[in-house]
């Protein structure tokens, strides 16, 4: 989509006119005048919510050569500076109905800065809040940077301020605005993220702030690190991928990650145990993840398919995240080869671990004849080839 800026009226200073493409107007704009910076846009078609950050700045851009600088973006953006200098450009948009207010401040050279102005509620107080809203905005690709409390021209509001991390459209971006004012208004609101969120986190290299909100369930594990030195350390290993093989939806396994038990006993993620900066790991982690992933071949059958073993590097150092997809049902059961029997591996030994909620159990024999059976029936009447 091709944007294109026009001017329809100028009046001293202030310029008004649109956004559009393809003949439909977008968004009106107000330019306030250079060099303030500050335009307010306002969405006349909803399609236009459908367009990115950088699409829009962009095409604005065109018209403000100062902000010619802010022509190339990437899809996500690295770590935010400190920064000294005023916004390049401040754009304040208006298309919220439950009196909540965004404006995006974008700094040369520097991921913007999105401002929500949150309508304040008694019901949640501020710590509360903000652990709400780091959570919602980080899901949606943006970085809580603070959280004040606002009395102002008669209105008592929340600010709350946060760093975009990738170029999105700014459907997600009003999404965040309507869930912030939710969840300044909600007694009770769940927070628990999904296995697809947690992911998407994973990716964009920020797994820290997952401390204090992940816990382990029957999808995500955790440990500070593993011990490859020996086969008990190995089939392990082994066992914490089949698990999830073997699990309804497959899970997500943290190396380098601290867990602490929290009231109840749930295990849950706490923090960052970078491998890299671990004196018990003497080898490159690179080398470490190559191993981990020729135990997984040697050791599970059939071949878990899609299995992900990758290092995440982050502001405090290395880890590695395995991701093993939900696998289809005719592949299960996934068996470990191989036990430690009297202090030795037996290879002629198997076990197929299964995930409760928070660890792995063996399957027990009657487990093992019913999976058989029901084998051993598919193959006679006609559901597989026998060999």
């Known amino acids: 989509m091709i944007l294109t800026v026009k001017e329809i009226d100028r009046e001293n200073h202030r310029t008004k006119g649109v956004v559009c493409a393809n003949g439909i107007n977008l968004f009106g704009f107000l330019d306030y005048g250079f060099p303030d ?3 307010e846009l306002e969405c006349i078609d909803p399609s236009g919510m459908g367009l990115r950050l950088g699409e829009i700045t962009q095409a604005l851009s065109r018209r403000i050569s100062s902000l010619s600088t802010l022509n190339s973006f990437p899809t996500e953006w ?179 990650a601290k867990t602490d038990a929290k009231e109840g006993g749930v295990e849950t993620f706490s923090k960052i145990c970078p491998l890299d900066k671990n004196p018990q790991i003497t080898q490159p982690i690179p080398r470490l993840v190559q191993q981990l992933r020729n135990i997984a071949v040697s050791h599970i059958h059939p071949t878990i398919k899609g299995l992900r073993m990758e290092i995440v590097s982050g502001r405090m150092g290395q880890i590695i995240y395995a991701h093993i997809p939900n696998q289809a049902n005719q592949l299960k059961p996934f068996i470990v080869t191989g036990e430690i029997i009297s202090g030795k591996l037996r290879k002629n030994f198997f076990s ?36």
């Open 37 to 39: 910076k500050d335009l």
């Open 78 to 256: 690295g770590e935010l500076q400190p920064w000294s200098k005023r916004p390049g450009l401040t754009v304040s948009f208006d298309f919220n109905q439950d009196g909540s207010w965004l404006a995006i401040d974008w700094l040369h050279g520097q991921p913007p800065l999105a401002n929500f102005s949150i309508p304040f509620a008694q019901t949640v107080e501020k710590a509360e809040f903000r652990r709400r809203s780091e959570r919602i905005l980080l899901r949606r690709g943006l970085r809580l940077l603070e959280v004040e409390e606002q009395d102002e021209y008669r209105h008592h509001y929340w600010s709350v301020t946060a760093v975009c991390l990738k170029d999105q459209p700014l459907r997600e971006i009003n999404e965040c605005a309507k869930l912030l004012t939710l969840a300044a208004h909600s007694a009770v609101w769940p927070d628990q993220p999904s296995l697809e969120e947690v992911l998407r986190i994973i990716h964009l290299g920020h797994v820290e702030l997952l401390g204090g909100w992940l816990v382990e369930n029957e999808w995500f594990d955790a440990k500070e690190r593993v011990d490859l030195g020996d086969a008990q350390g190995r089939l392990e290993f082994a066992k914490d991928l089949a698990q999830f093989a073997n699990g309804p939806a497959g899970g997500i396994l943290l190396i380098g």
């Open 352 to 387: 197929i671990p299964v995930r409760t909620n928070d660890g792995n159990v063996p399957v027990t024999a009657h487990e093992i004849h019913s999976l058989l059976a029901g084998n051993m029936s598919r193959w006679q009447g006609g559901g597989g080839t026998e060999r």
